[in-house]
């Protein structure tokens, strides 16, 4: 199961979505989508009026990739997900790929109202409430709040300096495996361990898409580590 990892390396597991959160946030987004459509109507299509393909392109296209949209920018959330204080994510914990979203999202086709909301019915027999889009791509919808709840002890904050400032946001998106591997990475000592620490950092900062500020892959890695430890605790009780 999804999860996160306090700065003693503690498993603390973050439940999926339930079924309900999940049509919810889906009746929240269709709400979105009917604005926009009353906006379009009502304002947009007074000036397109003359042009059927504009029409159709300007209404069509954002109700059509609203969704995958959202997640890739948002980080697996749209609006009604965003409401409901859930996400999607990888079974490891992991951010999706461009890849699993865009999938998840053309299999809507098999699991929506084309075919008789079949993703409910599978959503509701499946223990991971996946629908047939999730168990596709590999994604799971979590729960973002439920952690709140988990006593953690003071010492889980050690490793970090109480005016400690992240600089990499996204580090919030590995998962507790890919964050183990770079800690065990960071303390090899071998003859080749400056190389497959400057494969990883490149590897990490490629994943990531980020462009790393540290003056060596090394301090780069160590800040990835540092940053995932403080998403992962900063909304934990102290």
Not at 28 to 38: G, H, N
Not at 65 to 86: A, D, S
Not at 101 to 123: E, K, N
């Amino acid at each position: 199961m999804p999860g996160i990892m306090t700065g003693q390396y503690v498993h603390i597991e973050q439940p999926v979505a339930s079924v309900g959160d999940r049509m919810v946030a889906q009746i929240v987004d269709w709400l979105v989508l009917l604005s926009y459509s009353a906006f379009y109507f009502s304002v947009i299509a007074t000036f397109l009026y003359d042009n059927f393909m504009a029409l159709m392109v300007v209404l069509l296209l954002p109700i059509l990739l609203y969704t995958p949209v959202c997640e890739m920018f948002f980080h697996g959330r749209t609006l009604g997900k965003m409401f409901r204080k859930i996400r999607v994510v990888m079974a490891d914990g992991s951010q999706p790929s461009l890849g699993s979203y865009l999938l998840r999202w053309l299999l809507w086709i098999a699991d929506g109202p084309t075919l008789s909301f079949l993703g409910l019915l599978v959503m509701v027999v499946n223990k991971n409430n996946q629908r047939l889009g999730d168990m596709a791509a590999g994604t799971v919808v979590i729960k973002q709040q439920d952690y709140r709840l988990v006593r953690v002890s003071l010492d889980d904050y050690d490793y970090l300096s109480h005016d400690y400032t992240p600089r990499y946001a996204a580090a919030a998106d590995l998962s507790m495996e890919q964050i183990e591997l770079i800690r065990r990475t960071l303390g090899q000592a071998d003859a080749d361990a400056a190389t497959r620490t400057a494969l990883l950092a490149d590897k990490v900062s490629q994943r990531l898409g980020l462009t790393p500020r540290e003056s060596s892959p090394a301090l780069f890695l160590q800040r990835i580590v540092s940053d995932y430890q403080y998403y992962a605790l900063e909304e934990l009780p102290g």
